[in-house]
């Protein structure tokens, strides 16, 4: 019974404890799940029947870390850009322009397993980016890490949205994190309990 629009350029916010329905909810936007009725349009397209079309014009960051822990950043990243096709000879150089945006590039070459729950967050990130997505989905983007890590990880999503004029949507259970977003809506048990604009 969602009923939600997201401006181009913002950063929506889905809030709610664990089990609200946030993760189902990004799920179906993202075209992984299939609503079981009404409607979800994401980038003008209909979920259920331009699935393809909208995973190439969008971003997904999950809630787990989605990365080969025996390998190095850099590798995961150059791994992940061939998945998205992004042409070989810009492969390295957009691997260096994700790596400076999250502040990883002096570690390009450690190896994910030797990284902090920060580090891992941050390399997450940057595959979700790699292939410049005009929506960024984030389902709990800063669970698990300290609140230093936390603050530099929404610097860094603030960044995406003033710099590359990305739209986010992020899932999270922390209810501080509300302030960084233009608008909010609250889940609670699958159903929406609260919505608004921030002042």
């Known amino acids: 019974g969602l009923n939600l629009e997201i401006d181009r350029g913002s950063i929506f916010g889905l809030l709610g404890p664990n089990g609200a329905g946030k993760t189902t909810t990004i ?36 809630q787990d870390i989605a990365l080969y822990p025996s390998l190095t950043a850099r590798e995961n990243l150059r791994y992940f850009a061939r998945i998205l096709r992004i042409p070989r000879d810009r492969i390295e150089q957009r691997i260096d322009e994700c790596l400076e945006l999250v502040g990883l590039r002096d570690f390009s070459h450690k190896r994910v397993a030797d990284f902090s729950g920060g580090m891992k967050r ?26 230093v890590s936390r603050r530099d990880l929404w610097r860094i999503i603030e960044r995406l949205v003033q710099e590359q004029e990305a739209t986010v949507l992020v899932a999270t259970s922390y209810l501080d994190e509300a302030e960084h977003c233009q608008r909010v809506m609250v889940l609670y048990d699958g159903e929406l309990i609260a919505s608004g604009l921030q002042e």
């Open 122 to 147: 941050r390399t997450n990130l940057a595959v979700g980016i790699l292939h410049e997505p005009e929506l960024l989905f984030l389902d709990e983007p800063t669970v698990g890490v300290d609140p």
């Open 27 to 62: 799920s179906i936007l993202c075209t992984l799940l299939q609503p079981t009725s009404g409607q979800a349009i994401v980038l003008g397209q209909d979920v259920r029947n331009h699935a393809d079309a909208i995973r190439r014009r969008i971003g997904v960051v999950p």
